[in-house]
């Protein structure tokens, strides 16, 4: 049993760059790997947010306003539940095309009959 070891152990030092360069690569390709899991789950988690909202001041703590490039974003409205949603919400994310109804406004989706979504961040802020 011993000799086995002494066999194995010489062969490890014979072979000590080989070894090193399996490991290297193996490293880098966890390393990189793990790098893509990151990007790809800050790339979801940035989907799901309005493109700007600033903080106004002048409002109660809390609540935001969207910036004139958000406020150019046009609402969503699903024709069969008569609810708008922003295009970047999980329910119009999730609507088929064929149920959608574009509008340039909530108040123009509002005077439609539509009502926003309660789970769509921002529509329900005053």
Partial sequence: MIEKIKQFIRVIKENQNDIIL???????????????KLTSTQIQNSENQPPAIIENSNRPSGTITPTPEAIKIQIIGNKNSKIYHYPWCSGAKNMKEENKIYFNSKEEAEKAGYKPAGNCPGLLNP
Avoid: E, R, T
């Fill in 22 to 36: 399996v490991i290297g690569i193996i490293l880098i390709s966890l390393i990189s790997f793990g790098a893509g």
